[in-house]
């Protein structure tokens, strides 16, 4: 069992999401209550308010879930300067210690990320059309024009290889990519391994500080959490975060139970092989990936849990439904040992997708416990209950097909 050291606590605006610079003490907090981001110090094991983004924009109130998404920003750190850069309904701004300033053109980005030498901003979707995101260099302002991805950007700690979601309502495909930190701005090159996700609503993949798993939130339909291993994308935990989907019509008090956990409740920190996991009753729950044995902390007593994040030394920020942001201490290991052996053996097991063609014809995908060629997809007719709904689906469509012909 780890023992988790309160450092330091402060309150503030509730916070349902935490970014965590990935080299400095600094954190960006998504308002809960309006279209806000407010920006955090965490140095010297204190908490201190240093900035706020969109503090006068007016209150989501009760808005219709719809309207509220279309209002809450994204924001992305800069892999290496305190720059934050934010994007919301009336364009993007640039955060930094000295102040906001406009960026253009950013208009409609719904989604940011760095690239990891931090000269290309990837930004999606594009301003040219859903099905394209845009690849900006922050120094000349070029646009280039790359892959449709609509759920953040992870990138591997031994460098070289990120991930994204690409979502659909059927399926999700988890996409990897290297690279190429050569050109500005740089593009995301795909690769044919993949992974493939039931429906759609998942969150950022969150990987482990040494880079050996990573978990993936979601979904639409209730509050599944899956692991996966890396390089292999074996998957080693599934489960679901208070009680499964009872199924359409939803029950009222089950649809509170959802609601009740965060959408960002994940983190991996110090120690590689603990998942931590932020509950609605204000605790947090130590899961050992290993041995798969949890433990539970009492973090923020009468409060739940509405964000949780790790920051770049492996520290962890709580944030609660009262504005309580905590940051806790917990011992940690040698995260970066292998990380970069783990990406080679990767890319050595796969190859790109070529440019500007049909993903589906030249991805590899795998949901964690087999795998699917291209070919085994466009033949599969048969698929019982148990199959993931995405498998049923194409079987059924397949089935179609086959009695057109």
Aim: aromatic residues 6%; hydrophobic residues 40%.
């Amino acid at each position: 069992m780890t023992v988790a050291e309160n450092v330091a606590r402060a309150r503030g605006a509730c916070a349902e999401r935490l970014m965590c610079h990935p080299r400095l003490p600094l954190v960006a907090a998504l308002d809960a209550e309006r279209p806000a981001v407010h920006i955090w110090d965490h140095s010297s094991g204190q908490l201190s308010e240093i900035g706020t983004v969109g503090a006068d924009l007016p209150g989501y109130d009760d808005a219709p879930s719809w309207e509220r998404w279309k209002r809450t920003p994204t924001a992305a750190w800069h892999p290496e300067q305190p720059l934050l850069v934010v994007a919301g309904e009336e364009g993007a701004v640039r955060w930094t210690p000295a102040g906001c300033s406009v960026l253009e053109p950013a208009v409609g980005y719904r989604n940011l990320a760095f690239s990891p030498d931090g000269r290309t901003l990837w930004a999606s979707p594009s301003s040219g059309g859903d099905e394209r995101s845009d690849a900006l260099d922050l120094a000349t302002g070029a646009v280039r024009p790359g892959l449709w991805w609509d759920t953040g950007v992870a990138e591997h700690p031994g460098g070289g290889l990120v991930l994204t979601l690409q979502s659909d309502q059927g399926a999700t495909h988890g996409l990897f990519a290297r690279v190429d930190d050569e050109t500005a701005p740089a593009p995301m090159r795909v690769l044919r391994r993949a992974l493939i996700l039931d429906v759609d609503g998942y969150e950022t993949p969150v990987f482990s500080a040494d880079g050996r798993h990573f978990a993936i939130r979601g979904n639409a339909y209730e509050n599944t959490l899956e692991v996966f291993a890396f390089p292999s994308l074996h998957r080693v935990l599934a489960t679901t975060l208070g009680e499964p989907s009872p199924g359409y019509p939803y029950p009222p008090e089950w649809l509170e139970q959802m609601h009740a956990w965060s959408r960002h409740n994940i983190a991996f920190g110090a120690r590689p092989d603990v998942l931590w996991i932020g509950t609605p009753t204000g605790t947090l729950i130590e899961l050992n990936i290993d041995s798969q044995q949890a433990v539970e902390h009492d973090v923020l007593t009468g409060s739940r849990v509405t964000a949780l994040a790790a920051t770049a030394t492996g520290e962890l920020l709580v944030a609660g439904r009262e504005g309580d942001l905590v940051l806790l201490s917990v011992p940690g290991g040698d995260p970066a040992k292998g990380s970069e052996a783990l990406v080679t053996a990767f890319l050595d097991a796969t190859s790109d997708v070529p440019e500007d063609c049909d993903l589906e014809e030249h991805l590899v995908i795998t949901d964690g416990d087999r795998a699917w060629e291209p070919d085994d997809l466009a033949s599969v007719t048969t698929a019982t209950g148990a199959d993931p709904s995405w498998l049923q689906l194409r079987a059924a469509i397949n089935n179609v097909f086959e009695q057109d012909t």
